[in-house]
C-alpha cells in the first residue's frame, strides 16, 4: 500500500507518505490556516523528494472531521478528487484522533476549540474509540471524566478549567501529525468508486450561518420557497 495523508482541519497542516508500514516522509507546519495555497504544492513536494508520482498512490487518508469548516472541505476535497480520478481508496479519520501521540496509553481525551466555552472532544482507550466524537460545552464534557485521563489537542486553552476540576490531570497540547494520520489511515475502512462523491466532512455542529437563521427564523422548511422565507 501507499498512502498519502493530509489534515488541513485546523491551524497546522499535516502530511506524510507512508509505504505498508514504513513512514517515508513526513510534513507538519502552521501556515494561519492559508491550506488553499499550500497544500497541493506541499504534496508535490513531499511526493518528487522520494520520487513518487499520484499514479502510484494506493489509498488517500484524510483527516475528516471535525475543525474548521474551511480547512476541512479544503483538504477532503482534495483527497475526493485525487481518489476519484486516480482510483484510489479513500479513508477519513476523526480529526481528534490525529491529535493523540501514537505513543500514549490508557484513556484519553482529545479536545479542539469549538469556541464559546464549547469544544470538539473525542474519548479514546489505547486506540479505541470508547466515545463518539461530539460537539458539546467543555463543564459537560469534565463531568462525564474521572480526572485519571490524558487531555490532548488544543488544551492550552482549557488548562485552568480542567486542573480546577481535577489539579493532578495530565494534560498534553498536540498538534496534528502526518505519522499519526497515516497510522490510522492505513487501518481505517475505505470507500472506493462512486461511493466517494457521498464522502463529506464530519463537522458535528451546523455552521454559525444556520444556527443565525434557526435563531431568527425557526426551522428550515425543506418544501417551501427559500427566497419567500428570506
Known amino acids: 500500500m501507499k498512502l498519502l495523508a493530509l489534515d ?46 499520484p499514479q502510484d498512490l494506493t489509498r488517500v487518508a484524510v483527516a475528516q472531521g471535525p475543525g474548521s469548516y474551511t480547512g476541512l472541505r479544503i483538504a477532503v ?21 490525529v491529535l493523540i501521540p501514537l505513543e500514549t496509553k490508557g484513556t484519553v481525551v482529545s479536545l479542539m476549540n469549538a469556541r464559546r466555552g464549547f469544544v470538539y472532544a473525542g474519548i479514546y482507550e489505547n486506540d479505541k474509540v470508547m466515545a463518539p466524537d461530539k460537539h458539546l460545552a467543555l463543564t459537560d464534557l469534565l463531568a462525564t471524566c474521572s480526572g485519571t485521563e490524558t487531555f490532548v489537542g488544543e488544551t492550552a486553552l482549557f488548562e485552568g478549567e480542567i486542573r480546577n476540576k481535577f489539579p493532578k490531570a495530565k494534560i498534553q497540547e498536540t498538534q496534528p501529525t502526518g505519522k499519526v494520520l ?23 455542529k451546523k455552521v454559525e450561518a444556520e444556527e443565525k437563521w434557526e435563531a431568527n427564523n425557526g426551522d428550515f422548511i425543506a418544501d417551501s420557497d427559500l427566497v419567500q422565507q428570506v
Open 182 to 204: 497515516a497510522r490510522q489511515g492505513a487501518k481505517g475502512v475505505a470507500v472506493v468508486g462512486d461511493a466517494i462523491h457521498n464522502f463529506n466532512p464530519r463537522y458535528l
Open 77 to 97: 476535497t482534495a483527497a475526493k478528487t485525487l481518489a476519484y480520478t486516480l482510483g484510489l481508496e479513500l479513508v477519513g479519520v476523526s480529526s481528534l484522533q
Open 8 to 53: 488541513t482541519s485546523g491551524k497546522a497542516t499535516a502530511l506524510a507518505l507512508m509505504q505498508d508500514d514504513q513512514l517515508l516522509v513526513e510534513k507538519n507546519f502552521v501556515d494561519s490556516e492559508n491550506h488553499s495555497v499550500s497544500l497541493m504544492p506541499t504534496i508535490a513536494e513531499i511526493m518528487t523528494a522520494i520520487g513518487w508520482t
